[in-house]
């Protein structure tokens, strides 16, 4: 299993993350970028704060990684997720996956960004001009 998870409190990059996937057997490479985005349910956020128990969250990251290799022909997976305040623009989280061809690659991606926010224990707390809410760790 060729993977590369973290949990990191500092910037994510997105080019060092394309550049630890790729590899010459690879055709196709899938990456999702999660953005902080100015709104919510039509209310403007003023930022967003990310908070993990990160040994289980690695934990978990790892077993969705290994169900990805096992449903899909990846050869590399990455999966960086940040914790602390993020301001808008900035990106909490990095999915990328490396297959020969690129459906594989498509299907592993989608597939572990849904099932993090499904069962990692990574929380976001949206801020508002007038107060904050926590967002539900598994809607």
Wanted: charged share 20%; hydrophobic share 45%.
């Amino acid at each position: 299993m060729n993977t590369n998870i973290q949990i990191l409190p500092i910037t994510l990059n997105a080019q060092e993350c394309i550049g630890w996937v790729m590899s010459p057997e690879c055709g196709g490479i899938d990456i999702f970028i999660g953005t902080v985005r100015n709104a919510t349910k039509g209310k403007a956020i003023l930022r967003l704060e990310f908070e993990a128990y990160e040994k289980m969250a690695i934990s978990e990251l790892e077993k969705i990684a290994q169900q990805a290799f096992e449903k899909w022909p990846a050869q590399r997976i990455l999966i960086h997720h940040r914790t602390g305040v993020l301001q808008i623009g900035e990106i909490p989280v990095i999915i990328a996956v490396a297959a020969a061809h690129r459906d594989a690659a498509f299907e592993a991606c989608r597939y572990i960004i849904d099932t993090l926010k499904q069962t990692v224990p990574i929380w976001k707390k949206e801020i508002f001009e007038d107060g904050e809410v926590w967002v539900a760790a598994h809607p």
